[in-house]
């Protein structure tokens, strides 16, 4: 079946560090994959949507890589600030249009 | 950027009531909304599709006579949740996708509370 697995549960770290984020998938051959942010007790926020035929994107202090060998998915927040405090979701679409699967999500703490 | 509102934001209700939750698109149209369901910590589930002008389409696992779903026009989609029970308590997050950028715009969800 498909699947997709954030592998930290919480990371913490320190401001001014990167944070790195992964994101695997199994039984999957997505065309694109997706990060979104959430803040507790709200709706998810996109940030970045990363093709198969690219392997980076970049943002701002956000960078996304994608290795379709691999069927995984690398975020890293550089300079990280606690603002960035947060869960982060990966999505990857599944069957019909624009419909998504998320991840379990990666809490984020930046301590200062 | 695209907003989507969902009302009530915050809803409790006693056992056995019904609920309805509004997903409106407000400076787009949305021929397809998705409805999540989020619990404590964990990550959302998709429960259906919502498709303008025609029936909803279904999660497998999910009751499609006790989650009600109405799409009535291009910009407000409807779930209601018939005879509630406490473990429908959960977080239910709405969103419409953006045709060009092929991103989902979320709308800030509704916390129910079923007593």
């Known amino acids: 079946s498909q699947k997709i697995e954030q592998n930290s549960e919480a990371l913490n770290i320190q401001e001014g560090k990167t944070a790195t984020l992964t994101c695997n998938y199994t039984?999957?051959?997505?065309?694109?994959l997706q990060w979104y942010r959430q803040d507790p007790g709200r709706g998810p926020v996109f940030l970045l949507l990363i093709r198969e035929n690219e392997k980076e994107k970049r943002k701002e202090r956000l960078k996304v890589t994608f290795d379709t060998t691999l069927k995984q998915s690398l975020f890293h927040i550089t300079a990280s600030q606690p603002a960035d405090s947060a869960t982060y979701l990966c999505?990857?679409?599944?069957?019909?249009?624009?419909?998504?699967?998320f991840g379990a999500g990666t809490r984020l703490a930046v301590h200062p | 950027g695209a907003v989507v509102s969902q009302h009530p934001s915050r809803v409790i209700c006693k056992s056995g009531t019904s609920v309805k939750i509004e997903c409106r698109s407000l400076?787009?149209?949305?021929?397809?909304m998705f409805w999540y369901r989020q619990f404590p910590k964990q990550s959302l589930m998709l429960m259906a599709t919502?498709?303008?002008?025609?029936?909803?389409?279904?999660e497998q696992g999910v009751e499609k006579d006790k989650f009600l779903i109405n799409h009535a026009s291009l910009t407000l989609s409807t779930l209601t949740v018939t005879s509630a029970h406490p473990e429908d308590s959960s977080f239910y997050i709405c969103s419409a996708p953006e045709s060009v950028q092929e991103t989902q715009y979320f709308g800030p969800g509704t916390r129910l509370l079923v007593l």
């Open positions: 919502s498709n303008e002008g025609s029936k909803a389409t279904y």
């Open positions: 999505a990857l679409l599944s069957g019909g249009y624009n419909k998504l699967i």
């Open positions: 039984n999957y051959s997505p065309a694109y």
């Open positions: 400076d787009f149209q949305a021929t397809t």
